[in-house]
């Protein structure tokens, strides 16, 4: 558990990512929607500015974010 202001909770993350030691985090709130909501305004803005986290997606949907090709529309007419 990381308790904190917003800077020493991206530090944290910062310093996990850093060393190797994740490669993501899940984020689990103690309290919805408000810490949640104080996660995402006050420390992802820190991350982004540290080259931490992304400040857009590179694809249009979840499977070419991920790498992942798009499959054949059965129902599509070709």
């Known amino acids: ?3 904190g202001t917003p800077e020493q ?5 910062e310093t996990w990512w850093r060393s190797g030691a994740v490669d993501g985090f899940t984020v689990i709130p103690a309290v919805l929607p408000s810490y949640l909501e104080d996660f995402v ?3 992802v803005p820190i991350l982004q500015a540290r080259g931490l ?5 590179t694809g249009r949907t ?14 599509s007419r070709r």
Do not use: K
Request: hydrophobic share 45%; no cysteine.
């Open 1 to 3: 558990m990381v308790v």
């Open 9 to 13: 909770v991206a530090d944290h993350v």
């Open 41 to 43: 305004d006050h420390v």
């Open 53 to 57: 986290f992304r400040t857009d997606y």
């Open 62 to 75: 979840l499977r070419s974010h991920l790498g992942l090709r798009e499959p054949i529309n059965t129902f």
